[in-house]
């Protein structure tokens, strides 16, 4: 089985709305879990976080206001609900447990476990 599984993407107009999955096979209940996203030619970029308890999460602008992350620790699910989404969120996204890296460029948040998922594709058309 793959440690990582994402669903949820597709194809869909500038203004709509998608909600991804992630299930993991390791336990999440104790370990900060987040979203990912790598657009065509470019770099693999954080997205949000949730923390085990709370929840405290964490969208990165300008994407917050318009996404949500939520967990479900029983079921070691992660969601991520798109909402107005326009051409410049498509990409391939990517769930993993997220950690702070201080020397890491951009956010400074990246995945912890390997390996990788394969993604979902998301692409929004115009």
């Known amino acids: 089985q793959q440690p990582l599984v994402e669903s949820g993407g597709g194809l869909v107009q500038a203004g709509g709305s998608l909600r991804l999955s992630c299930v993991s096979a390791r336990n999440i209940s104790a370990t900060t879990m987040g979203w990912f996203r790598q657009a065509p030619g470019a770099e693999r970029e954080f997205v949000a976080l949730?923390?085990?308890?709370?929840?405290?999460?964490y969208v990165k602008p300008p994407m917050n206001g318009r996404f949500t992350i939520a967990r479900n620790n029983a079921n070691n699910t992660v969601w991520l609900q798109m909402n107005r989404l326009t051409p410049d969120d498509t990409a391939v996204y990517y769930c993993n447990s997220v950690i702070f890296s201080s020397s890491a460029s951009g956010s400074g948040y990246i995945g912890n476990w390997s390996p990788w998922g394969q993604g979902t594709q998301v692409t929004v058309s115009s």
């Open positions: 949730i923390k085990p308890t709370g929840p405290y999460f």
